[in-house]
Structure formats: C-alpha cells, structure tokens
C-alpha cells in the first residue's frame, strides 16, 4: 500500500503568519517549521489546522522554548528527520550539527536560521538538506518562500518552492 504524506516546510515566520500561508498549510498532512517562531500565536494557528513539528530558533521566547526542542528527530513515512534552527549547510555545517547527524542518521535536516531557500544533497552523510528560506516579512530576504514536497514509502517527491510577495 502507497501512504503519501504532503508537508510544508515553514521556518523565520518571526510572529507573522498570514491567510497566504494559511491556504497552503491547509493543503498538507504536516507542517515542520525550523524555528525563529516568534510568537505563541503562530505555533497555535498551525496546529490548529495540521500536526506541527517544531524546533526553537535563537530568537524565540523562554514560552515557545517551553513547547519546542532545539533538536527535533522524528519518523515521517519510512524516513529519518532531523528538525534544527541552526544547522549551517553541506559541507559547512554548524558546531554540534555532524555529532548530531552521526548519533541520529537522518535521511533528511531540515534547518533556517539564513533565509535562504536551498535544497540540497549530502552525499557525504547519505541525506537531503533542507533549508525553506524564511516566510515571515522580518529579516534581508526580499521575497518569502517555503517548501512543500511529499513522502511515499520513505521517497521524497514532487518537492516544490512556494514564494510570496513580502510586502
């Protein structure tokens, strides 16, 4: 039996999230968002319309460090997960983050924390890197963007870029 789960990857919504985002999150099982939260606010409005997974970013609040980890590893259709805010890219990763692909073996590291969309392959640790961008309007980005793709039986497919105005 194919199960498809569809995700969108959210992170540096820095308190801002709006209907534009909304109706996309409305269209998947998951939202995995990669910290610079921001408020309470946008960790209950996602939740209320899908499961949220979610990891602290450097500006987030003792409230939202409270409800989420700086590490977040979970299990999504057959693949390993890796959730952090700052996570650096291949080959350049962050301080701690080769220790914590080594202990965990994801097949895929979702970060932010640079407000550059990038997807990229790591061979050299078996897995793909994900990093949306940022989707909130505080930040040098100049246009939001986010990342919706889809699990079947632990392949990721039909990944996508969504971008939006940010003014």
Wanted: net charge neutral; with cysteine; hydrophobic share 40%.
């Amino acid at each position: 039996m194919n199960t498809t789960t569809s995700i969108l990857v959210l992170s540096d919504t820095h308190g801002y999230i709006d209907n534009d985002v909304l109706q996309h999150v409305k269209t998947v099982n998951q939202v995995w968002h990669a910290g610079d939260i921001g408020s309470l606010h946008v960790i209950e409005t996602l939740e209320a319309c899908v499961p949220l997974y979610a990891v602290y970013g450097n500006i987030d609040s003792h409230a939202i460090r409270m409800q989420t980890k700086e590490f977040l590893c979970f299990e999504c259709n057959g693949l390993c997960v890796l959730l952090s805010h700052i996570t650096g890219y291949p080959p350049k990763y962050a301080p701690g983050i080769i220790q914590k692909i080594k202990e965990y073996t994801p097949s895929i590291l979702v970060g932010g924390h640079s407000h550059i969309c990038k997807v990229m392959n790591d061979a050299n640790n078996s897995l793909l890197y994900i990093n949306p961008g940022a989707i909130g309007k505080t930040g040098f980005h100049s246009v939001r963007t986010m990342i919706r793709f889809e699990i079947t039986n632990a392949k990721p497919h039909n990944m996508s870029v969504i971008e939006l105005p940010r003014w």
